[in-house]
């Protein structure tokens, strides 16, 4: 398998994981609806940002910190973990002409975890759309480094379209998670809706397009030891798009989202000119971002050097009446 293991992890790189944060600053109480003015702006707009990452530092949380090999995630994200049956598998179910195999596993911390995998027509040298793997996690404690996370809930990953051509790659899965949780020391956090993500990977170039879409809702929480839960809505449609290479990362994120802090309103994103990150920066090269308040008000945060520009139109009138610069280390530490 060629595809680069950017699955979960090349975006989240870009927008940086959720990290320790303090307070902001701004209105200390969430408006009735969320509303962008001259005294909630710039705290409003970094716990905006946020949202957009949520999606991929849970996602990659979730991928990366499974109670299996990294390598067999990867594979299992593309659909091929079906090449992966062994003699470890007992009860297989033959279904018409495809096969469902059913196995538990011990993890390494204690705790377990179970598989369900489905190959639609009992051909593991082949990916086709219908197959699926079904992870089910029952305290389930991993190690990542120093870190020991706990993992319970369920993903199911069902491949929608596959095709590989030579270096070439391309493909779409959902990931549906129902209850997935994970906790650390450091962090917390649990997922419930549906993903669908397209990837395309061209082995000439080494480089990796992928499409993250909420299909029927998603709710993400996360919560920091030092700091309260917080609740991310993704409406229907919500996506962040992205392409890794060797050298520059890039990400665009579009749709509504909502998060309780703000208020009860939702915010629509837009990246007018795409977020771009030179790999092993720190922080965005170039790149522009909208977020546009229900009850109104539009704030733009523009890449300026180590600092993030961020502007308030209030009026919602094409003009931005304020601005002001804000540390990235600010807005991507959260």
């Known amino acids: 398998m060629n595809f680069k293991p950017v699955f979960a992890f090349g975006v989240a790189a870009l927008l940086g994981a959720c990290g320790g944060g303090g307070g902001d600053g701004g209105t200390s109480t969430s408006p009735a609806t969320v509303k962008f003015d001259a005294g909630n702006y710039v705290a409003a707009s970094k716990e905006a940002f946020s949202g957009v990452n949520t999606i991929n530092s849970l996602g990659s949380t979730t991928l990366g910190a499974a109670s299996v090999p990294t390598d067999f995630m990867v594979k299992l994200a593309t659909r091929k973990a079906l090449q992966e049956i062994t003699k470890k598998r007992p009860n297989r179910s033959n279904l018409l002409s495809g096969i469902v195999e059913e196995y538990s596993e011990a993890c390494t911390g204690g705790g377990a975890f179970t598989v369900v995998e489905s190959d639609k027509d009992g051909d593991y040298d082949t990916v086709d759309p219908g197959d699926y793997v079904k992870l089910t996690y029952k305290a389930c404690k991993e190690t990542i480094g120093t870190m020991t996370v706990t993992l319970n809930g369920e993903m199911t990953v069902t491949m929608v379209s596959y095709k590989e051509s030579g270096t070439n790659e391309s493909g779409t899965v959902d990931i549906a998670m129902k209850s997935l949780s994970f906790a650390s020391t450091l962090q917390s956090g649990s997922l419930d809706g549906t993903l669908r993500t397209s990837f395309e990977y061209t082995g000439s170039s080494d480089e990796t397009r992928l499409e993250m879409a909420v299909v029927n809702g998603l709710v993400a929480k996360i919560k920091l030891a030092s700091a309260a839960e917080k609740t991310w809505t993704y409406s229907n449609g919500f996506s962040i798009k992205g392409m890794v290479s060797d050298s520059l990362t890039t990400a665009e994120a579009s749709g509504k989202a909502a998060n309780a802090e703000l208020g009860t309103g939702t915010i629509t994103y ?65």
């Open 270 to 334: 837009s990246t007018p000119t795409p977020i771009r990150i030179v790999n092993n920066s720190q922080f965005p090269v170039a790149g522009v971002m909208m977020l546009k308040a229900e009850a109104g008000g539009t704030t733009r945060i523009e890449a300026a050097g180590v600092n993030a520009k961020v502007s308030l139109d209030q009026n919602d009138d094409g003009t931005f009446e304020t601005s002001t610069l804000v540390p990235w280390s600010e807005i991507l530490n959260r």
